[in-house]
């Protein structure tokens, strides 16, 4: 019952449980049948959700240190990832990755790997120090890392470490 729920989860006024409960349905974590009021099914569970850890910034623009401690942990659906790899998220900073869709502020959902295929979006450390968010392509005698911004150039390197590769933008509207 509505109380039985109350004590359980030490709230008092039935009115307030039975407001959490309204707000649940319809949020789509429980069903209710109006013909059975001590019936509530809980709809899916928690292990669809996975909690990606946000690790600091990353340069779309020039490259800046990189930061991997991290901040917070944000909640993604399990299919929304589809990978077996770790995840981790980052800020996007800085403009080189316009013409990709990828704008400062922008949170980069990046799959943890080691290796890039030729037009992949990555995270890239440069120098073993310096971590940008740029395309990806091997060239004969080095990487070159493309800016998605005409008015920058691209970065040529042979002392690069793929990070991950970005599966993902999350964007606040306002």
């Known amino acids: 019952s509505v109380r039985e729920i109350g004590e359980a989860v030490g709230l008092k006024s039935s009115s307030t449980v039975h407001s959490h409960l309204v ?3 319809k949020r789509g974590y429980i069903r209710r049948d109006q013909t059975k009021p001590r019936a509530i099914e809980i709809i899916g569970n928690n292990s669809s959700i996975v909690r990606v850890p946000v690790i600091g910034d990353v340069a779309a623009g020039k490259p800046v240190l990189a ?3 991290p901040e917070c942990t944000f909640p993604l659906p399990a299919s929304f990832l589809n990978t077996t790899n770790k995840v981790f998220m980052l800020t996007a900073k800085g ?5 990709a ?4 502020g922008d949170y980069l959902v990046v799959s943890q790997q080691h290796t890039a295929e030729d037009g992949d979006i990555v995270v890239a450390l440069i120098n073993d120090e310096e971590a940008t968010v740029k395309r990806f392509f091997k060239e004969k005698d080095c990487i070159r890392l493309q800016p998605e911004n005409d008015f920058m150039e691209p970065i040529r390197t042979k002392n690069v470490k793929i990070l991950g590769k970005v599966i993902g933008v ?3 509207i306002e």
């Open 95 to 99: 403009d080189s990755m316009l013409k």
């Open 67 to 69: 930061f991997e401690s």
């Open 170 to 172: 999350l964007r606040k």
């Open 101 to 104: 869709g990828i704008f400062s």
């Open 23 to 25: 707000n649940l349905e």
